[in-house]
């Protein structure tokens, strides 16, 4: 059965600053200009049936529903008080369904997606719990559908590593792998495939995986 009543780092690592997270984000730069990013990501993708995973307080979710206005739409996080921001953002016409949950143990049937989005959530995760989570994307993904994983990842300018090395410790959270490198390998340990679509801002990167044998319908 799903679990959601464990510890959980919220979106901005404390529960105090979930109010004021969109506007933390758009002061770091993660705000309209990492959607956009996101967005163009998803271009020539065809969807019928989209899961975000980690929606938090909805930014991504909306555009989404917007981009594809026929699909069913569902976002899943583990804090509430992020989904009652959410729910208040979204239109109420639409077909956007908001879970209590967790990204390594989705209440969802089997090959019910075609396509699962994550943005900037699996560096919470310690590396068992990464491992689990893309395991359960893989296994409610669809043949010929993908996943579009957004997060950071191995800092790509002389710049950006000097300034992220303390976080390839994990001194606050968990993204000691992501700056390490590791989400690749992972990905592939659970038995996807995967590409590397794009970066942003010389730290975060966008990576596409999906059923080996079944790539993903343009």
């Known amino acids: 059965m799903p679990t959601t009543d464990r510890a959980f780092i919220p979106a901005a ?39 975000e995973v980690g929606c938090g307080t909805g930014e991504l979710l909306l555009r989404v529903a917007r981009r594809f206005p026929s699909a069913r739409v569902v976002g ?12 208040k953002k979204l239109p109420p016409e639409r077909d956007i369904r ?6 390594e143990s989705l209440e969802f049937p089997d090959h019910s997606f075609d396509l699962v989005l994550s943005s900037l959530m699996l560096h919470h ?30 800092p790509r300018s002389l710049t950006t590593k000097v300034l992220l090395y303390p976080l390839r410790f994990n001194l606050f ?24 679509a794009a970066v942003f801002r010389s730290a975060v990167v966008a ?7 079944t790539p993903p319908r343009a």
């Not at 908001?98 to 990204?103: W, Y």
């Open 173 to 196: 959270e968990k993204q000691a792998d992501n700056l390490r490198g590791k989400i690749p390998s992972f990905i592939q340990q659970v038995g996807l495939a995967l590409s590397e």
């Open 13 to 51: 690592r404390f529960h105090w600053l979930t109010p004021v997270y969109d506007s933390l984000c758009r002061l770091l730069g993660l705000g309209a200009a990492l959607r956009d990013f996101e967005l163009e990501l998803l271009e020539s993708v065809e969807a019928s049936d989209i899961l």
């Open 98 to 103: 908001l879970v209590k949950g967790r990204a």
């Open 125 to 154: 995760l310690d590396t068992e719990s990464k491992i689990a989570a893309l395991r359960e994307w893989k296994r409610v993904l669809r043949p010929g559908g993908q996943i579009v994983l957004v997060d950071l990842g191995e």
């Open 207 to 213: 990576y596409r995986a999906w059923l080996p044998g």
């Open 76 to 87: 899943i996080d583990p804090d509430p008080r992020a989904l009652r921001i959410a729910a």
